[in-house]
């Protein structure tokens, strides 16, 4: 398969010279190494400074497959690019589960909310900072990239490849684009240009998951959830325990302690 090169519309039109930082947002996963690539492919054409891209990684704790926090500083140092992990302060997501009472759902999406977006604006803010360095009245431009493909889902299949990120930017201080310079890959694409990149992924993709993040992911099907339990039988333990404390289901239809019998049974 050929591979897939930066030269959408969109891509074109896009300097990163218009901006004074390149963040990459990375879980570790596929995508966001495919992204990654992506970008310094473009700031490579563009002659653009390498120093001037940040990956930026927002680590769920125990929730994550393991690995994922040092895979992703692994793959940016990779392309000698500065690396920055967050966390919630207040605890990981499974901390977060077991005090709230209730496991995230699609309507209530507090995973990324909470232990993602939230964290990552932090960042922005410690950029912010560091960028405008005392200069009064300097507004700071930020390019966010995101590894978001329309194959993914109905809901990521409608995204725009290049907006304002409102809820990011502010009046005063910064103003954040995003980008998805990924939007119209298909798998396959991705797979290739992971292959010709060199660059490291993660082990749980040979073992037959087809997605990364959490390890137990509400979106998953159950033969994802199954396959994601055997690979983490003392992580799938401590779910079911806080699903039972809680009295709350891991997911409406799918509780998590179903998924272990399951497995137990060898079915």
Known sequence: MQLKLIDTAV??????????LIVVSSSGGKDS?????????????????????????????????????????AQADHYGLRFIAIERPQGDLLDHIEKKGKFPDSARRWCTSDHKRSQIHKVYTRLTDEIIDGRKDYKAKILEVMGLRAEESPNRAKKVPFVTNTGASNKTKRTIHTWLPIHEFTEDEVWTRIKRSGVPYHQAYDHGMKRLSCVFCIYAPKKQLELAGRLNPDLL????????????????DQPISEIQKTINHGV
């Open 11 to 20: 891509t074109e039109s896009i300097s990163f010279w218009d901006y004074d």
């Open 33 to 73: 190494q495919t992204a990654l690539d992506v970008t310094v492919e473009k700031a490579e054409h563009e002659r653009f400074p390498l120093e001037n891209i940040v990956v930026v990684h927002a680590d769920l704790g125990r929730a994550e497959w393991q690995g994922t926090r040092e895979l992703a500083k």
């Open 237 to 252: 333990d401590e779910y079911v325990r806080i699903e039972k404390k809680i009295g709350h289901s891991f997911k409406k």
